[in-house]
């Protein structure tokens, strides 16, 4: 490989990564702030994405409804799903057991009904393009080609991110839920409503799917599997870090520029590869992931 | 009075016993039918390969039967679906053959599925007719009981689109995405053999068949300065790299296999019009679908499925690729006789060798060929009209045992 093709491979990696590694951010960032404050790695992150796409395209193009009813309705509909699952469901599971373990059966649960009602409507069962909502035509970003497609992807995600983190950093309704995560006894303790703080938790990671699935569905094509790509926002949130926003957010770019890179200086077969590899590096060199803070080990 | 009563009786229990045993050996076979295992996707996202498939070998079927049955036999059938799915494919099969007792299994519409099934077929010595099922990894080596491939072998898929490109196109450097999988293993080594002759560079790039972002391994292909694209990946991965060569301005033929072509309709809203500019599709039946040279089997499925046929976007794509293999095995056991056992079936598929009239190639099987057709035709198609174009490719791969 000459030079100048290398740096083409470099700025467009980068580029691509960037976009793709925006949608991870995203996902990653709505699994870690119900880890943080739940302690439960939600495993139908993925499913909820996927079922906000389907609502979206469903309404979008199925119903042919205005695009300013459809977005709010998707949000909507993503928020209040997943603010009942865990006011109905998952409530229930901890009065019940008190083990985390099935907590998170119970996301699986929550995955496979969601994925199969997808099913059920028929809309799954052909790879289906979203309508892109703005143009998709190319621009040269020094030698990387974007659409503008693409650019409204970043831009979106990044201003999403950042006004959640404006959320929780200067909100009393954020520092409540930050408080939650830290230590949900003293939270309550100063006035906190647990539950209420929860379902909103929830619902919120519900409205930052519903975000990614808008944003992504045009360039990946619907089926009810693309749930699946939450791994690559796990990947995410491991590299970053567990239970931290921000390194929720860089690990979403690393894994999309490291995915992008894998496929065009080692090999396309070892993109999947890509994000694993990613992990197994960072849990060597700092288990705690990139922005874990200090490493803590639990005796038992 | 007594002696003949006995002697009666004895006789009535020794033909009971000889058809028990007869049934025995044969399962699925009565004097008035002959019982059949019919399993294919009916529901999922890979219901598009099958679902229709398997409406027309029934209709086949149906029609048989109602010209008068085989040797005085009504074929009856009972069908699974397998979801494409290893899993469900294999649970399938077994109950066919389990709690069914049918004869002979006619079913799959996704090659890595039907593989799954091959020991147990095999051990079980169920005569084994794939439905649309490229199903190589099943078909070669050779066994005494699995043919397939009637619409196509995936060995013969990427040699045949080879030979269109260099032959019709005039491509030198072709540049080929695969899956990274035994399915796009084995259309590759068929490739590489048409490459050979035809003195053509193969440029490869395998991909996940679940892979998001397709920029790199297109970028990579660019980079080779290709005459062609070929893509021979299922109907999502192939869609995504069509887009992304719109986007990125890639003005130079792609040409799709029949594998990617679920849906024409779809893939036109999947990927826009301008983006099928310089567009060819790979089809393995003598017309486009729904062309003047298939319309009695369209009007066929229009009088058995008239509730389907008013449906948008039906009969699927693949809908009349069902055919071949219901005449396979409707012939196999004609040519068996009036007394079909499995052996017999087994040994007139083994010599068959007939035209369809729905497949651009002969449907030939021998010694060691189980799979049925290795031609194709290819259309040039701009998201509006279909243009089928002249000459039938057929790809050289044989299998050669090692």
Redesign the interface.
Known sequence: MDLQ?AL??LQ??IA?GLV?GSVYALLALAIVIIFKTSDVPNFAQGEVFMAAGYVALYLFVFQQMPIWIVLPATLLAAFLAMALFRRVVLDQVAKSAKDLVYLVIATLGLSYVLKGLV?RTGF??????FPALVP?D?VMIGQA?V?LLDLAIFGTAVAVMAAFFWMFNYTKTGRAMRAVGMNPKAAQLVGVDLRRCHMLIWGLSGVISAIAALL?SP???M???MG??VMLAFAAAIVGGFSSLPGAIVGGFII?IV??M???FIS??A??LAPFLAILIVLVLRPQGLFGGKLTIKKV | MKTNGIVRGLTLAGGLLMSLAAGAQEPGITDKTIKIGIFGPL???N??YGFDVVNAAKMYYDKVNKDGGIHGRKIEYVVEDDRCNANDLVAAVKKLVEQENVFMLNGGSCSAAVVAAKDYIVRNKVPYLMLNASGDGALFPPTDYIFGAFSISQYAVGGAMVEFAAKSLGAKTVAYINH?DAYGAWNLEGSKKDAEVNGVKLVV????P????V???F??LR?ANPDAILLVTY??PA??LI?KAA???FNKPIILSVTGT??LN?LV???GKDALKNFYTQEVMIDSPGGDKLKPIYDMYKAAYPDLAAKPDHPQTYMPYGIPPAMSLVKALQDAGPNPTREKVLAALKAQDFDSGVMAGRMQFGPQQRAANRSTIFIKYDGTTMAPLPGVFTSRWTYEAK
């Not at chain 1, 799954?124 to 393009?129: E, I, Q």
């Not at chain 2, 790039?205 to 996940?208: A, F, I, Q, T």
């Not at chain 2, 679940?210 to 972002?213: E, F, L, Q």
Request: aromatic share 2%; charged share 20%.
């Open positions: 093709l083409i491979f467009q990696g691509s793709s099913r799954g069962d052909t790879p289906r393009s998709t190319s080609s659409t992504i360039k990946i094509l089926t009810a599997d699946s790509i999309g995915e992008n894998v496929g065009l396309s077969r993109i999947v | 529901s999922g996202q219901m598009a990274d790039e395998s991909v996940n679940t892979i998001n972002d920029t790199a391994p970028l990579k980079a109907a999502r869609a995504l887009k986007e990125l301005g679920a849906s779809q809203g999947n990927v």
